[in-house]
């Protein structure tokens, strides 16, 4: 059998060593050719050694200098690039034939979109680049004839619920969310999450954007726009119902009233591996299975956009169009960090999103640095606000 040649990009991330360590149990089934990381470049040394890609990227010249101390003169020696163009080239490069999309941010964008201009087959993470330029990266896609994969859960589980039926049967996209650590909140005790609270995802490990979109519900907000553009349905047909248990992944209502839906234990190799194999066969993972008896009951409930607003301002970026939603993923981008470095309340989030998307005049997205502009819009706008509203003294 012959081998995939693969690239992952942001390999020392959460998504990124999850595919690694899905590679690492099939190493007849892949080749890692490239990976790009940001600045841990320790964790990229010991990626280096087991997998010997034959190209690296890294953030920085700083890095790259603190990459090379850390390779002896035993260990592979990978041509070393650097940032942006760096992770674009490993995105492209001639002999890889699947790339994994995985830079946390709109610092995934240009990679992403190398990966789709090469005409590469690509398992989708980076959500944040669909969000800011979905429409224009499924039309490219569509013209160099290589899939975009979903590896973002709900959108695999969707992908999966699809196989076998036919597209106009179905009536609703369904999103789960989890509805994060602040779900039984009150909005007195929502207003005072600390960045450690909010970081203290109920059922999955993951990066501390996305963790803290999680506590937002701004994640499902963002994902609302991934299906849009990914399924080609439009917002109305697709709707949000909080699971706290992460068990089901998400489901497609179809026109006959039927439900199909994809349940697993919240493990992102799943998802990655159904990516890193489509069209099939599937991979025996060994993971845990899932044990509904033990789990007993599974909840569902409605999302209360009163104590989390974020998610409506996507869906209200959506139906304004063009660079609507690329502004509102600037805008949350920099309020996420705000909130991190403990300048902002959480509530701020979603009031320096919703500041961002008020103040902003759209404009269509016809390039990536159309789509690129308008998430630094929302960026500046949303940390212009928020330093009038919060800063002290
Ligand atoms: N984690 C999850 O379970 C899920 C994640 N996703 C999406 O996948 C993406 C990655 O998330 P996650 O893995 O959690 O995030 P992490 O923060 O764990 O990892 C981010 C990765 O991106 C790299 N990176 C960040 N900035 C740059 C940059 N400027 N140039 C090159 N590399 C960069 C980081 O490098 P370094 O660490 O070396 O600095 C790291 O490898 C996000 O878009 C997220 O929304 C979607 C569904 C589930
Ligand atoms: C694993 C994954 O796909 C995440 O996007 C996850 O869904 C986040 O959890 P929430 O459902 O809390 O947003
Ligand atoms: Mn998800």
Redesign the pocket.
């Known amino acids: 059998m012959t081998r995939r040649k693969i690239s992952i990009l942001g390999s020392t991330g959460s998504i990124g060593t999850s595919a690694l360590d899905v590679v690492g149990r099939f190493p007849d089934r892949f080749e890692v050719v490239g990976l790009a990381a940001g600045g841990r470049v320790d964790v990229l040394a010991a990626q280096i050694r087991a997998f010997q890609p034959k190209v690296v990227s890294v953030g920085d010249e700083a890095g790259a200098r603190a990459l090379s101390g850390l390779l002896g003169a035993g260990d592979p020696q990978p041509e070393v690039l650097v940032g942006s163009r760096g992770a674009c080239a490993i995105a492209s490069l001639p002999e890889v034939d699947f790339v994994l999309a995985a830079i946390a941010g709109s610092a995934g964008m240009l990679p992403t979109a190398a990966a789709v201009d090469a005409g590469k087959v690509v398992g989708l993470a980076n959500?944040e680049s669909m969000v800011l330029a979905g429409e224009y990266l499924m039309a490219q896609a569509k013209r160099t004839g290589a899939p975009i994969l979903p590896v973002?859960?709900?959108h695999s589980a969707i992908f999966q619920c699809l196989v076998g039926h036919n597209r106009d049967d179905v009536r609703r996209l369904v999103l789960?969310?989890?509805?994060?650590p602040c779900r039984t909140w009150d909005a007195d005790r929502i207003e005072a999450c600390t960045p450690a609270e909010a970081l203290k995802?109920?059922?999955?490990s993951?990066g501390a954007k996305?963790?803290v979109?999680?506590?937002t519900?701004m994640?499902?907000g963002l994902?609302v726009i991934e299906a849009r553009w990914l399924f080609d349905l439009p917002p109305e047909q697709i709707s949000i119902v909080v699971h706290p248990e992460?068990v089901v992944?998400s489901m497609v209502e179809y026109v006959d009233g039927s439900v199909v839906a994809q349940l697993g234990t919240?493990d992102?190799r799943g998802?990655i591996a159904y990516a890193l194999t489509w069209p099939g066969p599937r991979l025996p993972l060994g993971l845990p299975p899932l044990d509904l008896p033990a789990l007993g009951k599974l909840a569902f409930e409605e999302p209360d956009p009163r104590r989390f607003p974020a998610y409506e301002l996507a869906y209200e970026a959506l139906r304004i169009g063009g660079t609507a939603p690329a502004v509102v993923s600037g805008a949350d981008e920099a309020a996420v960090a705000a909130f991190l470095a403990g300048k902002i309340p959480f509530p701020g989030i979603a009031a320096a999103i919703s500041h961002a998307l008020e103040a902003h005049s759209a404009r269509p997205v016809a390039s990536v640095d159309d789509a690129i502009a308008a998430s630094d819009e929302g960026r500046r706008s949303a940390d212009g606000w928020l330093a009038g509203r919060f800063s002290k003294g």
């Open positions: 959500k973002d859960s709900e789960t969310a989890s509805g994060g995802h109920p059922n999955w993951m996305i963790t979109d999680s506590a519900l994640n499902k994902e992460s992944h919240p992102m998802p």
